[in-house]
């Protein structure tokens, strides 16, 4: 399974999808989005805040926002690949797991392996990110004719302390998961939820906080440049 993953990570599809997303970016809203996956970026038109459709005002707003990507490109990429997504908290996890982590619970029912797993005690993780997954216990879900991961959640139940707790700390209950089906061929993740909350160093406050639920997708048989994603969302009207 963690093969099919990282080949298919190797060989990425590009689609265009509708977003539900409530997280910190959003401020805490609502914001529904259609986006446009390029090899490059993700391109996002805001089309609704709260179930509320925008104004002109802000539609006009969100028009002049895409143009300006248009028009310079590069500087939108630059800041798009600065920027982590939840998605690699899950990729890096399954590396993980083979090493880090021992299983139990295993079991096959309708064709789907589901396991639970938790922290290999005999496995001292050094970097701060491998610290902080490997602190975490939850559940595994796969297709068991395809071999591709369905379903992977993560919790921590004891705080993780970064340098004996000088450097920071992640928080018990903090979380993640993440939800992926296949459709028409194509394996996609419709759902993830990510919920982190601790100290960092000089008693910065720590707190990743995403829920995203994605649908309607439409797959590219071909790579977009990001001008040409613009393009295209500026072409959508302006409704959910």
Known sequence: ?????????????????????????????????????????????????????????????????????????????????????????????????????????????????????????????????DQVLHGMSGTVAIDAHQMRLIHIDGHLAQPVNIGFGLLGSVKPGSHFSSDRQDIEGHWRTLHVVSAISGKAALFKSVAKNNDITRSGFHYFDHDLSVPAAVALLLQQPAQT
């Open 1 to 129: 399974m963690i093969a099919n993953e990282q080949d298919a990570a190797l060989h990425k599809d590009y689609y265009e999808y509708l977003s539900q997303e409530r997280s910190d970016r959003t401020g805490g809203h609502l914001w529904t989005e259609r986006i446009i996956e390029t090899p490059d970026a993700r391109v996002r038109l805001l089309l609704a805040v709260d179930g509320q459709s925008l104004s002109h005002e802000a539609v006009q707003k969100e028009r002049d926002r895409l143009s300006a990507i248009a028009a310079h490109p590069d500087a939108f990429i630059a800041r798009e690949k600065a920027e982590r997504h939840d998605e690699q908290h899950a990729r890096h996890m399954l590396e993980l797991l083979p090493t880090d982590f021992l299983f139990d619970n295993v079991s096959l029912q309708d064709g789907i392996w589901h396991m639970d797993f938790h922290p290999n005690p005999a496995v001292s993780p050094s970097g701060v990110e």
